[in-house]
């Protein structure tokens, strides 16, 4: 595209057997195409400038899917289709400004082996799904450079059937930039950033770049030490 926007509309179209799909230039991507059929065992590259706007579905076996869109949006929507990415056993990576899915219309679903979402702003609606098979860290969200400065989650829209899911964000305590909705964690860790710091829990978790201080006053002889366990008391020896 030449700045404008590139609009792909059908109601079906067969690409298995291209040798990839390269999708790019200084536009706005506006796929709408309904059962789109993937090439098989090839990439499948979106690196449109402005943004990518899939309100279609997609399914089949690239050997990899990948959005490419620093200053763009990337938004996964719609008020009558049902937008999908089916990928199976392949991976799915997105690189914007922004990440929108699934926050009005009809459910917007993402199913791949692992996915990995890097915006500064990730906004997951209550429609939208990412469901993967992968093991281990089959979904991360996190930010272009570091840890998303905004994650809102409206309900429990991570589903990572055979590993977990790891979100990075900045503070907890910003309700006007980080809501997890009603995900279910096994463990929080702070003054962690990614991708430099390795998550130290087991299971599903959030790591926040903040790190907290504690502020301890007053007079003791000796040394004091405290055993964190969710009291306050202390005592000097």
Known sequence: GDGGSLFLGSNSFDSSDAGNLLIGGNSLLVWRTDDLLLPTAEPVRLTNAKGVAIQGSMFGSPSDFSIDSPNGTVEIADSFLSPSINIGSSPFSSRSAAFEMGLFGSSAQ??????????????????????????????????????????????????????????????????????????????????????????????????????????????????????YDGTTPTSAT
């Open 110 to 227: 993402i199913d791949a082996a692992r996915v990995t979402i890097r915006a500064d702003r990730i906004e997951l609606g209550p429609v939208a799904s990412i469901v993967t098979s992968g093991t281990g860290d089959a979904i991360v969200l996190a930010g272009l450079s570091g840890n998303a400065s905004t994650v809102l989650i409206d309900g429990s829209s991570l589903i990572p059937v055979n590993g977990r899911w790891l979100i990075y964000a900045t503070d907890p305590t910003d309700t006007a930039h980080f809501n997890a909705g009603s995900l279910s964690r096994d463990f929080t860790q702070y003054d962690a950033t990614y991708p430099g710091t390795k998550p130290l829990g087991s299971g599903n978790g959030v790591l926040f770049s903040l790190a907290p201080t504690i502020l301890i006053t007053g007079t003791a002889q000796g040394s004091t030490t405290k055993v």
